[in-house]
């Protein structure tokens, strides 16, 4: 059970299979808008079938301890994006990447920064105990440096040639933010 830190509701909860349609719909509906920040994607990753059998996969990982896959959620509780704790990593290390997107039509609004702090403090560093979480951007992606830079992720690198994104391989600023309880 998630519990509230920072007073403030949560903008996630663990992604279903009830949420495959609206998935479906938010990456048909936002192809062209993501497609700069992500892998080429075939089209079944644009089906209902293709989203179906991704969410099963996370829930499948999740159930294993490696994954945290969620939903991100507007004021109104609707389903506007998704955000993962991935590569969850035990032992000494206590660690994961994140990773998330909102839709073009949620951008914005503070959607992706209460997401993000929601994920990092409730669930990575509350719930699960991790001490660090890591996150990557596109050098260019100004956007979602900002948010990872209000929820206090602080960068410190450059992987060059890190992720093979719209068919290249591009450099990517890396940002982490440690478990302040630790401190």
């Known amino acids: 059970m998630t519990r509230q830190v920072d ?17 479906a719909e938010l990456v048909r509906a936002n192809r062209t808008f993501m497609a700069p920040y992500e892998p080429p994607r075939s089209e079944e990753y ?13 829930l499948t990982q999740y159930a294993q301890d490696r994954t945290v896959p969620h939903v991100v959620l507007d004021e109104d509780g609707a389903v506007v994006g998704r955000i993962t704790l991935n590569e969850v990593v035990r032992g000494p290390f ?10 073009e039509q949620a951008g914005g609004r503070g959607l992706a920064t209460a997401a993000v702090r929601h994920m990092t403090q409730q669930v990575a560093f509350a719930d ?5 979480v890591q996150a990557g951007t596109l050098v260019d992606n ?11 992720f602080v960068r410190f690198g ?5 992720l093979r994104i719209a068919g290249q391989w591009r450099d ?12």
């Open 128 to 132: 699960l105990g991790l001490h660090r």
């Open 46 to 58: 644009f089906t209902e079938a293709g989203q179906r059998a991704l969410v099963r996969g996370l």
């Open 142 to 152: 100004l956007r979602s440096q900002r948010v990872l830079e209000k929820n206090g």
């Open 7 to 23: 007073g403030a509701p949560p903008r996630t909860r663990l992604v279903s299979l009830a949420d495959v349609p609206v998935l």
């Open 172 to 183: 990517h600023v890396l940002f982490q933010l440690l478990n302040p309880v630790e401190d």
């Open 158 to 162: 450059l992987a060059q040639r890190y």
């Open 94 to 103: 206590q660690s994961c990447n994140l990773g998330y997107w909102v839709a």
